[in-house]
């Protein structure tokens, strides 16, 4: 099996330790993990704006480093919900089909393809809560959304259930959006704060210590949320949790 | 003149700021009303079989619109209804006048309908000497309060009772400290059944309209269409045409879904069956175009027009609840406002698109399957296509995306760009103008290595160590 390993830009930038235990824990099942070094950006800030223009190029050169892989594997939601949905700036040839088709979030990745199904070397002696992002959850269906009537299932808590040593505490709104959405976090400044304050006194009411999340761009807008108002919160990505690190 | 263009941001920013209760009363109160949905949707095993059969209904009615249209007209006319047609805002309100000046009619009284408030029916008739009164008590506080409703079902949701005691006790005199929504329903009721004795004519909207019958209905929580339709000699009804069912047992999906979805409840208080003028009465239908059949032509937001105006995608959109519905400056506020509004006006409601973050809720909440939150993002490809997006905006994405398409410019920019955060003084960062992001967050710390850099170490590394014996 080759898995391409696909670092969006923020995570290559400000969260290595992501990356890195994302790695490391694909090569603890066996799998051949590469990483294609010109790698950039899906072009997901310029699409989610309407700019097709711009975004054309970044897809071009995304759909370049990653074909012919069997899996690309990328610890970020969002990043890819748009190359598998949305990605749609350049011509959908065979190629670009296919790298679209084999695109992977990790929670995922984990859970569908690989059946993990224990984590002897994760210990996480923490009260922790779950942030599935809003692509994560109504975009790639890792868990079922709040709105839907069905069945519950939620693939992310499922792989944290193996973590020992793990408390998970429930919140008031489990998939309210944290109020991220990309440039929203500065176009819309004001409604965003807002509604990344709110999610951290759900947090805050239920004790919550570390926030995990396989989304660190939402983590992102809510750490600096948290800091800048001084709460002591810690905000972890969640294959930093399953690897055992590094924190 | 072109419409100066909505800044919806901006006006939320206001809604947020002007103090501690009404925002978060006004995200608590729609809060609770998506929990109830939840709760009252939960109750149906089949749920999500009635979302798809509703969302087939109306995707198999709207493209058979004329054949049903044409079936209601002639059923409603057998009914002894008088029928007409109004391709826009404008012939609508002149229908309207025109039934009323010939029965010299000067004040009616209206109970809620989207349509009339879409057609500005309200002012058209005022300046014309017509008074008009709201009979729902929320909409009736918007129009005290000289604004437009701000939710589709709850118009005044974004007041508090304090609010709401101000307002009354300037119109009727009430106790301007009394707070309490009895005293203040009971002070309303007594003016309003004045208003409904006196008044003229009664005009309704129509949630539904059967083109098997040629019957339309009504639902309201507080029965103001129905003493509206029945006091008054005159009834007028205004219809989209999109409110066409084929039959009448299509009804019963409908009515299961949408007061659910709305409010949480089974079903509203009254929904009232409307077949043909009463005795000694007239009943008036005014079926009113007013820009659905070139949404119907649009292939990308045709859909839109399934909605059953319940609401439900404004009390589940965190958005929304945080701005307020007037933060939209139209008729149509919150997800089905976003989708709905620019269809009237591309350049005045081209920022309204980018008042969401995409998170999906609308979609996954709507009783009728619109898929809200993608045409939210295909509504941003037309106002980046038409050169809407505000010229700021439309240079940081043209670098951004030069730089993306360049791995070693990319590399370059990355680490100049943690480099420049390091040592750029606190005060830059923070400035409103320039970093809308510091105001409310702390930066990011850019790492010391990137992942990539760790990388390449890594792997130098590892061929070291296997070379070695
Ligand atoms: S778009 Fe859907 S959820 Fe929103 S008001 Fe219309 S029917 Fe209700």
């Not at chain 2, 901006?10 to 949905?37: C, G, S, T, V, Y």
């Not at chain 2, 079926?287 to 909605?307: A, P």
């Not at chain 2, 997006?389 to 410019?409: Q, V």
């Not at chain 2, 990137?450 to 070695?468: A, S, V």
Request: a neutral charge; one cysteine or more; aromatic letters at 8%.
């Amino acid at each position: 099996m080759k898995v391409a390993l696909f670092i969006p830009c923020y995570i290559d930038a400000i969260y290595p330790e992501a990356g890195i235990a994302t790695y490391e824990l694909l090569q603890r099942f066996g799998v051949t993990v590469e990483y294609p070094p010109n790698q950039t950006c899906c072009g997901q800030p310029m699409a989610n704006e309407g700019d097709q223009g711009n975004s054309a190029a970044a897809e071009k050169l995304f759909v370049q480093n990653f074909s012919g892989y069997d899996y690309i594997v990328g610890p970020a939601g969002s990043c890819v919900k748009h190359v598998k949905q949305h990605f749609d700036a350049i011509p959908q040839t065979d190629e670009v089909k296919a790298v679209r088709a084999n695109t992977w979030e990790l929670v995922e990745f984990l859970h569908d393809v690989l059946r993990v199904d224990a984590l002897p070397w994760a210990y996480f002696r923490y009260k922790a809560t779950l942030h599935n992002s809003c692509s994560s959850i109504r975009g790639l269906g890792i868990a079922q959304p709040s709105e839907l009537m069905g069945p519950y299932f939620n693939k992310s808590e499922h792989l944290l259930r193996m973590v020992e040593g793990l408390e998970l505490v429930p919140m008031d709104r489990p998939d309210e959006c944290c109020g991220f959405g990309g440039t929203f976090c500065v176009t819309d400044e004001a409604v965003s704060a807002k509604m990344g304050l709110d999610k951290i006194d759900d947090y805050i009411r239920n004790e919550a210590e570390f926030i995990i999340s396989p989304d660190m761009s939402c983590l992102m807008h809510q750490q600096g949320i948290a800091r800048k108002a001084g709460i002591d919160l810690k905000f972890i990505h969640i294959a930093q949790v399953l690897n055992g690190g590094p924190f | 003149m072109a419409a100066k263009r909505v800044d919806p941001a901006a006006n939320a920013a206001a809604f947020l700021d002007q103090d501690d209760i009404h925002e978060p009363a006004h995200d608590q109160n729609l809060w609770a009303a998506r929990m109830k949905r939840d709760a009252a949707a939960k109750a149906i095993p089949e749920w999500e079989e009635l979302r798809n059969i509703a969302s087939q209904i109306k995707e198999h009615t709207l493209t058979h619109l004329d054949q049903y249209l044409e079936q209601f007209e002639a059923n409603a006319t057998k009914r002894g209804a008088k029928i007409y047609w109004a391709r826009d805002a404008a012939e609508h309100n002149q229908h309207v006048w025109n039934i009323l000046n010939e029965r010299k009619i000067s004040s009616i009284i209206k109970s809620k309908s989207m349509l009339q408030e879409e057609c500005g029916m309200t002012q058209f008739l005022e300046t014309r000497g017509i008074t008009v009164t709201e009979s729902d008590l929320g909409e009736r506080i918007q129009q005290l309060d000289n604004q437009p409703p701000s939710h589709i079902v709850m118009p005044a949701i974004h007041k508090t009772p304090a609010d709401i005691a101000k307002i009354f006790s300037k119109a009727i005199g009430t106790d301007p400290d009394n707070t309490d929504p009895h005293y203040l329903n009971e002070a309303m009721r007594e003016d309003a059944r004045k208003r409904f004795l006196q008044a003229g004519a009664g005009m309704t909207g129509a949630n539904f309209a059967i083109a098997e019958t040629g019957t339309f209905v009504v639902c309201t929580n507080e029965g103001n269409a129905d003493i509206g339709a029945a006091v008054p000699r005159v009834h007028i009804a205004s219809i989209g045409i999109e409110k066409i069912l084929p039959k009448v047992t299509d009804l019963g999906i409908f009515i299961r879904l949408l007061s659910r979805s709305a409010l949480g409840t089974l079903a509203t208080q009254y929904t009232s069956h409307f077949s043909g003028p009463r005795k000694g009465g007239e009943l008036h239908i005014i079926i009113t175009d007013n820009g659905r059949s070139k949404r119907l032509g649009m292939d990308d937001f045709w859909h839109s027009l399934k909605c059953i105006r319940c609401g439900a995608c404004m009390n589940t959109c965190p958005v929304y609840r945080r701005s307020g519905g007037l933060s939209y400056g139209a008729t149509y506020s919150g997800p089905i406002g976003i989708i709905l509004d620019p269809t009237f006006d591309e350049s005045k409601y081209s920022e309204l698109p980018y008042h969401s973050t995409l998170c999906g809720s609308c979609t996954d909440v709507c009783p009728v399957k619109i898929d809200i939150s993608d045409q939210i993002l295909r509504w941003r490809k037309v106002m980046a296509e038409k050169k809407y997006l505000p010229i700021s905006r439309r240079l940081a994405f043209t670098a951004a995306g030069r730089i993306f398409e360049r791995p070693t410019l990319f590399h370059g920019v990355e680490t100049v760009a943690s480099a420049a955060l390091k040592i750029t003084p606190h005060f830059l960062l923070y400035n409103r103008a320039l970093n809308p992001w510091g105001r409310h967050r702390e930066l990011p710390h850019f790492a010391k290595q990137t992942f990539r850099e760790w990388f390449m170490q890594y792997k130098l590394k590892n061929q070291e160590d296997k070379q070695q014996p």
